[in-house]
């Protein structure tokens, strides 16, 4: 083994120096210089190496030397792949099975990134440039891709040091540059390295109540739907904007509660919004930096969730710069954290499709504790629901179509329900109670849980017309959101169960997205100030749309059991008046087999389609 003495100075250069400390010292045969940084005003030079094997280059074995001005080398970092050299070959291919690999490997890639393609269009060409031993290849086809696609043959390292050949593709879309590396059978995305400013949020997730449940903030890196926001949620138009302002909102708190003219907000010049929530801190302002980032990403997120169920630009969604795909723009979503100091509030005021929509998160006070409802994540869904239903209910250029008292309750029943069921979960069981916002008052802000047993949750259809006490809208909301929930777990024991886990996907085939989709599409069925009545037939239109009205029989028991049935009749109000209500238990002839469901002992009584 060769001796190290410590100084290669004889070698003058610092290239030669470092490549001759790599080789003997490190034992690292096979190295490119990748660059060399001497620059003689500065005291140090700096020499990186990009290790090969079999002249192909090696992903993730990177080293660094680093020397004074004397050539002495003062540090060293490596993580060059250690094995033997013969350990790993690329097997010899023929250039048909090169192209078919690299084509299944951009389909694995393109579902990975949510962008699907398919493979016929794909076209790879071998470049008479090589890369050491690496064939080179350009591909085209990739729809979403800004110019051609390149590719050469690579080896890479795992974490665990192991190494195997893969292809690496290098794709730009616009918003994001990716280096990207697969496997041979195109079947495994081995890494994907962004070049694109990725942006970070302390917030809490999607999927969680509020900051208490989720354990703290948490680090959310770039959680953006590309397909939904494709140039991030920081761009509206050519200019990237460096604090909590984008095409689908601007958030802000207010600095001065006397003049309301200073705004403050976050700023990073990387996209970097990280932030320390300090539950203890009994001062608001303390946490007020998170507290608006945490709003600015569920806002975004929203955004992307809804728009891939179909809240896109024509239907009237929330956006800055619509990027000519209809509806109109100029109407990102404007928020404020920490509005109205004394206030135990929040709002939306959503207007017509091309007016900014106005959400405000205040501080609800609890025993003299204030709690920011910017990080209630419930309360912030819940809001941002009101400004989908209104553009939905009626159309994009109307948004008063939630006015009769049906109506307005099922715009909080919605907004509840948005909530709870991002929540849910794929091994829920029948008696899972949900409550919403939490946060502040352990027992929620609704005066019943949603559940499925009546003795939990007593109220029904006929409720709302029996009893002055429950017409307030969000009680009529507590109706209508739990006939959703019972719906959608009908429709869970339908599909044997079948849960998506990614609820931004808008699968038909799972029973949460599917009950999300047809929900969606629903709004865009019924009538300017709709019934119950009118919901129930436009979730059995959607139904019917998306899947031949499979689940016509499970959509209307839920509504049956809770007074929706048949003969359930409503006349039609468009002032905010009570109307006659009839309430109804029936079903229709075609669903007289499910009869047994709807008085059945309440949890766990429904286990799918009754033979
Ligand atoms: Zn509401």
Redesign the pocket.
Known sequence: MHKYNGNYAHLKKPEAIAKAFVQQRLQVAEVDISSCVSDAGRPFDHVYFQQRMQDIEIVNADIAVHLNKKGVIIAHSSNAYKGHASSVRWPELSIRDMIIQQQEALVKFSDHIHRPITRERIGVRRLPIMDGNAATFEVTGVLYAFGAVRSKQVYIQSNHGVLQPAWEFVINTGINYFKAHLSLDGKRVLNVIDWAWTASYSAVPVGFSHVVESGGLRLMTSPHLPDASHRGWHRAGREEKQTTMGNNAVVTIDADEATNQRRLAPISTTQDFRFTYDGRDPDPRANAMASITNVFYVINMMHDIFYRYGFNEPAGNYQQNNFKRGGLGGDAIVAESQVGWEEDNAF?IAREDGVNGLLGLGLYTVNGRKYDLGFDNDVII??VT?GLSSRLVGGPAKADCLNAPDSRGM??GW??FVAIWTRMKGDDRDDREFRVGTYATPDGLRDYPYALDKHRNPLTYGSIYRDKQWQD??DI?IVWANILYQMYRNIYHAMDGRFSTDFTTASIEHSNTYTMQIIIDSMQLMPCNPTFIHGRDALIAADAERSDGKYKCEIYTAFAKWGVGAKAKRRKFTLPLMSKLVESNSLPRDCKDYAHLIHAPTTGGFRGRKK
């Open positions: 939306f819940h809001e009101h715009g909080e907004s509840d809208e969000h909301g």
